[in-house]
């Protein structure tokens, strides 16, 4: 049996679901990070138990051909990208594989998944940066990315997934930070006062969130001055948060700067965006995912159409625009309120917008539309869709589904429910079921939303079965 911190030679046979590669040595399976099939690496064991080991690659004795060199130097210290190792071809290969994977280990669904559509930019995409902020044991702050699997932050002052004006905001915040000897938070003791900095690209113009313990934050017209030489137009928000909690946003908001939303277009649609609102991350994918779902959605008929986890209402706007009715229903009361000025701004009256739970507004707009030809949009959080709403849906009627989803493993969980090849036992437990449920995979096409890392977006549309004649 391998022993900790022993090191061993081994070729990689395949890798893991988080981009890890995985090999076998003396009856164990190992994980080890930032390797690839076919490659022979030493390797330093970590932790065994179980059959099961974890390792840190310690030298790549003989590449595979997919191999590249990672543009990051914070790559394998920060743990937010996992493939920069890899070729892009061989990274679509990998998701295209994931999901494939996920949907007949978990949900016992055989489809011969396409490759994903590629993002035109692979680097410097995200319209997003998420900075975590803490103590630094000497009453100061220090800021960069957590390491994986920890909260342990490695600092950083750039990232090059995100675009040229990430590493400004770093410069600009961190010498805030420095000059005005502002604390980082401490998770263990609870105090300290800055816990994140959250920075939003609305096309060129910018929402700049700083999610503090405290209620004030220290000289805040010195960080706004800096901030004016490097953003050329942004808004920024105090965001309080003095829970012991992992959630980055508390409850209260503050404007300290700017009107706190922006707009922007998309598609003929104005649409607008505050620091809470959802808006997915790589907008060049974002156009090519939500084509794709109008177009899935445009050859089933329907009436009207329901916009579940609707975010700001962009989608919904879309639909709104080719469907007779389109409604929207989404938790957040401020992307609730954007979606509303959406409305009002394109003058889309035959859109609806409701603040809520989809499991508990769902039911009331199945009735409103019932008798109606219908078609669903789920866009749920990573979680999944809620197994109420699964439930609504399957004793619903409806005809048509579109389902994305940014989770494979979820993914395949939720498309088992639908399609019967999952059934769901009394307290909830789910066994192998025998496939005849109540929808049938149509289409499903992933998209690469995230480059560099494990993740893919995938977009699925299912129809319901008809009766055998």
């Not at 137009?233 to 508390?250: A, C, E, Q, R, S």
Request: proline share 4%.
């Amino acid at each position: 049996m391998p022993a900790k911190n022993e090191e061993y030679i081994g070729v990689v046979q395949s890798l893991g679901t988080q981009g890890e590669g995985v090999l076998s040595m003396q009856g164990v399976t190992f994980f080890v990070p930032r390797v690839l099939p076919g490659e022979t690496v030493r390797f330093k064991v970590l932790k065994t138990g179980r059959g099961i080991g974890y390792g840190k690659a310690e030298e790549i004795l003989v590449p595979a051909p997919e191999r590249v060199k990672p543009r990051c130097p914070m790559f394998g210290k920060c743990g937010g990208c996992q493939l920069q190792h890899m070729s892009y071809a061989g990274q679509l290969a990998f998701k295209q594989s994931a999901v494939k994977s996920a949907l007949k280990k978990i949900g016992n669904i055989e489809y011969d998944v396409p490759m994903p559509l590629a993002s035109d930019r692979q680097y410097g995409y995200r319209n997003k940066l998420q900075v975590p902020v803490q103590s630094d044991g000497k009453g100061g702050a220090v800021m960069g990315f957590y390491a994986e699997r920890s909260h342990r932050i490695v600092p950083t002052d750039d990232c090059a997934i995100h675009p040229d004006w990430a590493k400004g905001v770093f410069s600009a915040f961190g010498a805030y930070l420095r000059e005005n000897g502002v604390a980082g938070y401490d998770e263990k003791s609870g105090t300290g006062s800055v816990r994140h900095l959250v920075v939003r690209d609305m096309g060129g113009k910018f929402i700049v969130t700083v999610v503090s313990r405290e209620k004030k934050l220290k000289n805040v017209f010195d960080l706004i001055g800096r901030l004016k030489s490097v953003l050329p137009d942004f808004t920024m928000l105090l965001n309080v948060n003095d829970k012991n909690t992992n959630v980055i946003f508390g409850e209260e908001f503050c404007v300290l700067y700017g009107d706190g939303f922006f707009e922007a277009e998309e598609s003929g649609v104005i649409f607008e965006a505050g620091a809470q609102t959802f808006v997915q991350v790589n907008a060049g994918v974002r156009g090519k995912l939500y084509e794709g779902a109008l177009s899935a959605l445009e050859g089933t008929g329907a009436e009207a159409v329901i916009d579940c986890y609707s975010g700001a209402g962009l989608l919904t706007a879309m639909i709104a625009r080719r469907f007779d009715r389109a409604y929207g229903i989404e938790i957040s009361s401020e992307a609730v309120l954007c979606a509303d000025r959406l409305k009002e701004r394109n003058g889309l009256l035959n859109m609806t917008n409701i603040c809520g739970r989809v499991e508990e507004q769902l039911p009331a707009v199945l009735e409103k539309e019932r008798g109606k030809k219908l078609a669903l949009v789920l866009d749920p959080p990573r979680a999944g869709v809620d197994r109420g709403v699964l439930r609504a849906i399957l004793h619903s009627g409806i005809e048509h589904l579109v389902l994305i989803s940014c989770n494979p493993a979820t993914l395949a969980r939720d498309l088992g429910i639908l399609t019967g090849t999952l059934a769901e036992e009394t307290g909830g437990l789910l066994v192998k079921g025998d496939g005849n449920g109540v929808y049938a995979v149509s289409s499903l096409q992933p998209f690469d939303m995230f480059p560099q890392t494990k993740h893919v977006e995938t977009l699925v549309l299912l129809s319901k079965k008809k009766p055998d004649s």
